[in-house]
């Protein structure tokens, strides 16, 4: 098999696997880590196939338009994350929840 | 705010067998779909790369990726830049700086200093400490080469900022201090350089009367040059404000802190002398 079409596939296998605990998972850091491994795969997926330029026919290197695609968008993961955590965070802090209720829960009283 | 958040909570797990299996059945059809899609693809395919590299002679740099980047898609990046803002203001809206943060190496302060005894004993060991020391100089070297070397070999913006961060939050997480006087107006001004050159540049351009951000060919390094290198600063600083987890304190805030502090304290000394003569 094409190696290009190996890493491809690998980055669909990352894709589902972190799309089932996204669903599975009520936590949310687990939520935001399998966002995070869907990502991966995503990302996987684009510069796998940005490979397929570099081949006898064409005499050129990698597509370079996937490439800048995947580093801007390794960044701009992180901070979603980033931005993902603090609100996990805050539900934490305002609930006491590391999960979304399926019922509203009572806010406890604030401890100050 | 503490470790209780990354707590095994079994009883969030509840999940009827039946419904797992269904989502794994679906799962599978998607993936096999999704798969069948990606094998039918050609397995050679130019894509853009032929038209990238036939017009790297016009972009002013010689990466056909930092072109791709700044130059034939720059508006992409562009917003790209206005999402990492955008990230940065709702972690800040969510509050300040969380004044006390556990960490996997203790209880990390941040900047509101704070005298109580409990927190002196949070300060890293000496590894870490020289550890820092020699490696922030050395990964801003390392940021700046990034940055420089993109013009023509894998390297650029975004790489030379990722690694401008990593130093910042090194220098969080081994307890540095930073005054107040850097966490107003010049952070701020840091954060949002590298979007207002991107802005600049691409209004001066369209004053010129070209279109927004095409850069003319003679000067095209020198304007990715001066773009990136803004961008490099407000990427690194917003990743490394971003593991803050909220709004710093400015001198404003904390002056208006102690001084309400003072006022508490002030009213209690006035308050107490009355009880005495209740009692």
Known sequence: ?112 | MNLNVINKSPKYNHHQSPLKFLLIIILSVMISGLSYAVLILPSQAPGLSVLAVDNIDKSGVSNPVTAVLLNYRGYDTLLEMCVLLLALVGVWSLGDVPERRHSLLGVVRFWPQSNKPERRHSLPGPVLDIFARLLVPLLILVSGYLLWIGAHAPGGAFQAGSVLGAAGVLLLLSDWHFDHHFSGLSLRITLIAGLGMFLTVGLLLLLEGRQLLEYPPPLAGVLILIIEAAATLSIGFTLASLFLGGRPMTQGTTQAMTQATSQATSQAAIVRPITKDQQ
Do not use: W
């Open chain 1, 1 to 112: 098999m094409n190696p290009v079409f190996l890493y491809t596939l690998t980055g669909l296998g990352l894709f589902t696997l972190g799309l089932y605990a996204l669903i599975i998972q009520s936590h949310l850091l687990r939520k935001i880590l399998a966002i995070n491994v869907m990502g991966s795969g995503v990302f996987l997926v684009l510069v796998a196939l940005a490979d397929r330029a570099q081949s006898a026919l064409y005499q050129v290197g990698p597509d370079p338009i996937p490439h800048a695609m995947v580093i801007t968008g390794i960044v701009v993961a992180v901070s979603a994350s980033a931005l993902g955590l603090s609100l996990m965070l805050r539900v934490q802090a305002e609930t006491g929840q590391t999960a979304f209720a399926d019922e509203p829960v009572e806010k406890p009283s604030k401890t100050l």
